[in-house]
């Protein structure tokens, strides 16, 4: 029975997970301005993590766990240049 249920909240957890990345992508696209832009990535990186993380869970493997790592690692490099090219106008000094 205990099984039953944390898969259920699982999947409403993934449901409410991908509502949000929708709603992420949407102001991806729709954005006002550059900055906007860059924060709904970051945003759409830490919800793809929580989405990988969650289907791990259900999965009861740890593989997931070490791809949302990884996902973690290059989610914050790209943020930083993309933060980086926003101010300067160049990445690499």
């Known amino acids: 029975m ?3 249920v944390i898969s259920g909240a699982l999947l409403f957890a ?3 997970v991908a509502l949000a990345i929708v709603l992420n992508m949407w102001r991806l ?3 006002p301005s550059a900055a906007d832009r860059i924060l709904a990535l970051d945003t759409l990186v830490i919800n793809a993590i929580a989405l990988i993380v969650l289907h791990g869970i259900l999965e009861e493997t740890t593989m ?7 996902l973690a690692m290059v989610g914050f490099v790209g943020t930083a240049a993309y933060a980086k090219f926003l101010l300067r106008g160049d990445i690499v000094e």
């Open 64 to 70: 997931y766990f070490e791809a949302a790592l990884l």
């Open 2 to 4: 205990t099984g039953s």
């Open 14 to 16: 993934m449901g409410c």
């Open 29 to 31: 696209f729709r954005g």
